[in-house]
């Protein structure tokens, strides 16, 4: 059975960071890209990030810079690291394999940034 776990949210003050965890198992990770998406309130959730099984990064224009996706085959895990924090990122974070591929969402990670 496909299991992600996220983790590593919190609260952090603007120009702060975090770094979100990605936990999976039930499937052969290191075969898999890998994205971490968001969540608004209201919305539907969005595309933050992605990564290649390997390696290769993409983001959305609005992170660039800032975010950074990683992965360790190892551990089965894929991270983002969230430097330089905005209001506007505070959101539920995500992870999931790509469209087409997509497991069943896991709880998510609150992101609040506010002062």
């Known amino acids: 059975q496909v299991q992600l776990v996220e983790s590593g949210g919190g609260l952090v003050q603007p120009g702060g960071s975090l770094k979100l965890s990605c936990a999976a198992s039930?499937?052969?990770?290191?075969?898999?890209?890998m994205r971490w998406y968001r969540q608004f309130p209201g919305e539907e959730r969005e595309l933050v990030a992605h990564?290649?099984?390997?390696?290769?990064?993409n983001y959305v224009d609005s992170v660039k810079g800032r975010f950074t996706i990683s992965r360790d085959n190892a551990k089965n895990t894929v991270y983002l690291q969230m430097n330089s924090l905005k209001p506007e990122d505070t959101a539920v974070y995500y992870c999931?394999?790509?469209?087409?591929?997509?497991?069943?969402w896991g709880q998510g990670t609150q992101v609040t940034v506010s002062s």
């Open positions: 039930g499937f052969t990770f290191s075969i898999y890209a």
């Open positions: 990564i290649g099984s390997a390696g290769g990064t």
């Open positions: 999931n394999r790509p469209s087409g591929f997509m497991a069943s």
